[in-house]
C-alpha cells in the first residue's frame, strides 16, 4: 500500500510541475496562481500545499530542474576537446533544437530568470554560464578567439542566441529556431573572435 501512495504522490506531484510549467510559459509567472495551478491538475488548492509550500517554490524547482539539466549538456559539449567553432556550432545546435522541441521550458526559464539565477549552483556542471565562460577562458588560452575577456565573450555570444530565441516566442521573428542555427553560430564566433579557418582545415 505504501509503494502505491508513494507512486501516487509522484504521479501527481508531476503533473503540478507540468501544468505549472505550461501556465507559467503561457500567463507568465506573477499571473499565474496556485488556484490556476489546482485547477488544471484537478486538485484543491489546499491539496498543492502538500507538495509545494508555494508558488515560488514550484517555480524555483522547475527552473533549476531544468536549467542545471541545460547546463550539464552545455558543459559536456564545451569540455570535449575539439576546436572552438565546433563546439560553439554543436552548442548553438543543441540549444535551438532543445528550444523548438520544449518551448514552455524556453520560454519559463528565458523570462524568469532573474528572479532564480541566485539559486543555481556555482560549479561549471550546474551552471550554464560559467561552462561558457571557461570554454571561452579555454579558447583565448588557444588562440582560437580574439576577445581576452572571458565574462564579455560569453555575454556577447549569449546574446546573439537569446535574443533571437525571445523573439521568437513573442513572434516577431518566426520559427524554428534551428533554422537559424547556421547564421547564429557564425555571429558568435564573429563576435568573440574567431576568425573562419582557411580552406581545407579541419574544426
Known amino acids: 500500500m505504501s509503494d502505491i501512495r508513494v507512486r501516487d504522490s509522484t504521479v501527481t506531484r508531476a503533473r503540478i510541475e507540468r501544468e505549472a510549467l505550461r501556465l507559467f510559459a503561457e ?10 495551478i489546482a485547477q488544471g491538475v484537478g486538485v484543491a488548492d489546499a491539496a498543492l500545499y502538500r ?17 542545471c539539466a541545460l547546463a550539464s549538456a552545455i558543459t559536456g559539449i564545451a569540455r570535449q576537446k575539439r576546436p572552438f567553432r565546433a563546439k560553439a556550432r ?28 541566485r539559486f543555481v549552483p556555482r560549479d561549471e556542471g550546474g551552471n550554464a554560464v560559467e561552462a561558457l ?8 588560452a588557444a588562440g ?55 580552406v581545407g582545415s579541419r574544426i
Open 27 to 36: 500567463k507568465g509567472f506573477d499571473a499565474t496562481s496556485i488556484r490556476d
Open 51 to 67: 507538495y509545494f509550500r508555494s508558488k515560488e517554490a514550484i517555480g524555483r524547482e522547475l527552473f533549476l530542474a531544468h536549467y
Open 90 to 117: 554543436a552548442l548553438i545546435q543543441l540549444f535551438c533544437t532543445l528550444f523548438d522541441q520544449q518551448p514552455d521550458v524556453f520560454s519559463f526559464i528565458l523570462l524568469n530568470q532573474h528572479a532564480h539565477l
Open 133 to 140: 565562460r571557461r570554454m571561452m577562458a579555454d579558447a583565448h
Open 144 to 198: 582560437e578567439i580574439g576577445e581576452r575577456n572571458a565574462d564579455l565573450a560569453t555575454a556577447k555570444a549569449l546574446g546573439v542566441v537569446l535574443q533571437p530565441a525571445t523573439f521568437v516566442l513573442y513572434g516577431r521573428l518566426q520559427g524554428p529556431l534551428r533554422s537559424y542555427a547556421a547564421s547564429l553560430t557564425e555571429a558568435a564566433c564573429e563576435v568573440v573572435g574567431s576568425r573562419q579557418p582557411a
